[in-house]
């Protein structure tokens, strides 16, 4: 495998189940980050880990709970989720270091379908 | 106030010739990053173009070239010679600060179809 792989690509679940999204980074990146894609919005930041600390959660509600065990691997766990959460949620991964900026790189991204 | 304004929803161009699609931004902090990704409809963002604040020249990779003019705080990006496989969506993205990640915040983005 190479790059940032996601798995599933596509989940239909319904509201009072609990699932969970895995992202896997192949590039020895040291940051992973989630967004979430809705139609006809910008991409939402959601999460930000670096060096496996989580760094940034902006406004998050807490049904979405992030964990990344390791530097390569970042889980989105789902519980309870509401119609509106339907979207494409994309993992990206980047090598960050103190005043650089360094270009991140996506996964294919998983479609949620809330019903 | 937006951040990052691309004005343009869709552009059409013909395959072989060249479009200009648009981004201004908007910041205050002097060290920023300003970077263009591609989303076919697959759904992948694809990283194509970075331009830093302090960079004196303009960034280039290949047949795209990002048309950084500061004073006016926008960063176009110019992809020439169109190929059909060009048409996606693309979105420009800003990084504020110097932090030790790259937290990045995206415009609505920009629907591209190309012609044969």
């Known amino acids: 495998e190479t790059g940032v792989t996601q798995t599933p690509r596509h989940l239909v679940m319904g509201m009072t189940n609990k699932k969970s999204l895995k992202c896997e980074q192949h590039?020895?990146?040291?940051?992973m980050y989630w967004y979430k894609q809705s139609a006809k919005k910008p991409l939402e930041l959601m999460f930000v880990?670096?060096?496996?600390?989580?760094?940034e959660n902006n406004s998050v509600p807490s049904r979405f709970s992030p964990e990344c065990p390791n530097s390569s691997h970042l889980f989105l766990h789902l519980h309870t989720l509401q119609p509106e959460d339907s979207a494409l949620y994309l993992c990206?991964?980047?090598?960050?270091?103190?005043?650089?900026?360094?270009?991140?790189?996506f996964g294919p991204g998983t479609r949620l379908t809330v019903t | 106030a937006q951040k990052i304004t691309q004005t343009q929803p869709g552009m059409f161009v013909q395959e072989k010739e060249a479009v200009t699609l648009d981004c201004t931004y908007d910041?205050?902090?002097?060290?920023?990053?300003l970077f263009w990704y591609k989303q076919p409809s697959s759904g992948e963002m694809i990283f194509l173009i970075y331009q830093g604040s302090y960079d004196q020249q303009n960034a280039t990779e290949g047949r795209y070239s990002l048309n950084f003019q500061k004073a006016r705080k926008s960063a176009n990006l110019v992809i020439s010679a169109s190929q059909l496989g060009d048409s996606a969506m693309y979105f420009c993205a800003m990084r504020e600060g110097s932090s030790g990640y790259s937290t990045l915040t995206f415009g609505k983005g920009t629907m591209l179809l190309v012609s044969p």
């Open positions: 880990y670096s060096l496996e600390e989580r760094v």
């Open positions: 590039l020895g990146h040291n940051a």
């Open positions: 990206a991964s980047s090598q960050s270091a103190t005043g650089e900026s360094y270009e991140q790189y």
């Open positions: 910041t205050s902090d002097p060290s920023y990053g």
